[in-house]
Nanobody
Framework: QVQLVESGGGLVQPGGSLRLSCAASGFTLDSGAIAWFRQAPGKEREAVSCFNNNDGSTHYADSVKGRFTVSRNKSQGTVYLQMHSLKSEDTAVYYC??????????????WGQGTQVTVSS
């Protein structure tokens, strides 16, 4: 059974850092992609970052470039999202999702339950 479980969210002050984890089970990270999305209250879900398992390429939304880094530990079946220089506008529920082909805007078949990130002083 395919499952994605996020962890690592919490409350952090502006300028702080957090590392989110997405533990994958029921499939390997040899192919396809794992993406991170977020959704803030009253806003649409937006794509944040993506790790392409096929070639190791990474992709970022303009709003997080230079601050967030996505990485993969294939042996542990985990994808990470390291977030630095956090801003209040980064506050959202963060989800990881699996695409069987590669990084894309849509077509993600499996989703985690989400983890809350709150950036506030």
């Amino acid at each position: 059974q395919v499952q994605l479980v996020e962890s690592g969210g919490g409350l952090v002050q502006p300028g702080g850092s957090l590392r989110l984890s997405c533990a994958a089970s029921g499939f390997t990270l040899d192919s396809g992609a794992i993406a991170w999305f977020r959704q803030a209250p009253g806003k649409e879900r937006e794509a944040v970052s993506c790790f392409n398992n096929n070639d190791g390429s990474t992709h970022y939304a303009d709003s997080v470039k230079g601050r967030f880094t996505v990485s993969r530990n294939k042996s542990q079946g985990t994808v990470y999202l390291q977030m630095h220089s956090l801003k209040s506008e980064d506050t959202a529920v963060y989800y990881c999702a699996r695409h069987t082909a590669g990084c894309a805007l849509r077509g993600y078949r499996n989703w985690g339950q989400g983890t809350q990130v709150t950036v506030s002083s």
